[in-house]
């Protein structure tokens, strides 16, 4: 799976079920990224019931597209349950993680622009 700068060669046409195989098969990397370039990047993060969401907030705007899974969510000071369909935005720098994983949990993830590299 290409995890560097795309180019503008054209389009790229990727398969969830190829991603997800990709990412089951080392389960000690808990995000596995598709797609980068200077505007976005994506990518599938996995956690499993019971698991803790260690994340911090980011500089970038976040989106997540709830694939599978059930849990809660802390955005700030509120919580929201997660279920399979939602799409949920965090805004760059707003505190947020998933808790009460109660069935391993499975997310679509966008960085506009793309996420900083640690």
């Known amino acids: 799976m290409p ?3 795309q180019t503008n060669s054209g389009p790229e046409i990727f ?3 190829a991603l997800l195989k990709t990412i089951k098969s080392n389960e000690s990397k808990a995000y596995l990224e598709f797609i980068r370039n ?3 990047s994506v990518g599938i993060y996995r956690l499993a019931a019971g698991e803790v969401d260690r994340q911090k907030p980011h500089t970038e705007d976040e989106i997540y597209y709830v694939l599978s ?3 809660q969510m802390q955005i700030a000071d509120r919580q929201h349950e997660v279920r399979p369909g939602q799409v949920i935005l965090v805004e760059a720098n707003m505190p947020h993680r998933f808790h009460t994983i109660t069935q391993d949990l499975t997310l679509l993830v966008f960085f ?5 590299m640690p």
């Open 3 to 5: 995890t560097n700068e």
């Open 69 to 71: 899974g059930q849990a």
């Open 112 to 116: 506009a622009p793309a996420e900083a």
């Open 38 to 40: 200077k505007a976005l």
């Open 15 to 17: 398969e969830v079920a």
